[in-house]
């Protein structure tokens, strides 16, 4: 008999974003069809899953239907496998702003620090997303790196690439006050203080230990899920 999945408990402080997000947050409790916008990379499309609809987007969309259940939340998985950054934000006219969205999500920082990117370059992209957006009536949350194998040393902590993107996700969310979903942070919580072997959170399917897997994409979700409740909260303030 397989063992009984674990469940998904973050602690709150992981999984707060840090900002409100009032265009989300109107467009939640208005009379129209929300629509969410998810860009990145593998994990957004959702590699590694057993099908497309357990990525993550799909189960964020699920569940924040459950949340507010008086919209039609529409959520268009704009994910492109290999992806980072600067192929992203070029994209943003047609991909994304075009979808007119509340909120855009933004997985960003993976595959520059697995394949060790010139990282400054992708800080430089990120903020030419942010430029983009600055023109559209959305909100945004830059998801950060997967903590999986492919992107740690030998004692399981960052290697030096992903530290660093890691510190330029930071310094970006915090110099302009977009939200964070600090996925790094609670896939670390899980794995070091809940003891969750990477063989739970983690597919390796492809010999690379690098995409989670439907137990940990249901989580991611549900945690973000979580995240976005707060931030579209009527007391909600910046962190």
């Known amino acids: 008999m397989m063992p009984a999945s674990p469940n998904c408990e973050t602690r709150d402080d992981l999984i707060s974003l840090g900002q409100h997000l009032p265009r989300l947050a109107e467009a939640l409790h208005g009379p129209d069809e929300v629509s969410i916008v998810a860009i990145g990379s593998s994990s ?74 010139f990282l400054d370059d992708v800080g430089a992209a990120i903020l030419r997303g942010l430029d983009h957006l600055s023109c559209a009536n959305a909100d945004l949350v830059l998801m950060n790196l997967q903590c999986a194998p492919a992107v740690l040393d030998q004692q399981e902590t960052p290697t030096a690439a992903a530290e660093e993107m890691l510190r330029i996700i930071g310094m970006i969310s915090k110099e302009h006050n977009v939200a964070l979903f600090r996925r790094f942070e ?8 809940r003891g969750i072997p990477f063989d739970q959170m983690i597919s390796n399917f492809d010999g690379n230990w690098l995409h989670q897997n439907d137990w940990s994409y249901s989580c991611i979700a549900q945690a973000l899920c979580d995240g976005l409740a707060v931030a579209v909260a009527p007391d909600q303030t910046a962190a």
């Open 44 to 117: 957004t499309v959702g590699e590694g899953a057993s099908s497309k609809e357990n990525s993550y987007p799909n189960k964020l969309a699920a569940a924040l239907s459950a949340r507010f259940p008086g919209p039609k939340i529409n959520m268009h998985n704009v994910g492109v496998n290999g992806q980072e950054a600067p192929d992203e934000a070029a994209r943003f006219k047609n991909d994304v702003l075009a979808l007119k969205p509340a909120l855009v999500i933004w997985q960003v920082g993976t595959n520059a620090a697995w394949k060790d990117y």
């Open 186 to 193: 609670i896939m670390r919580h899980w794995h070091v203080d």
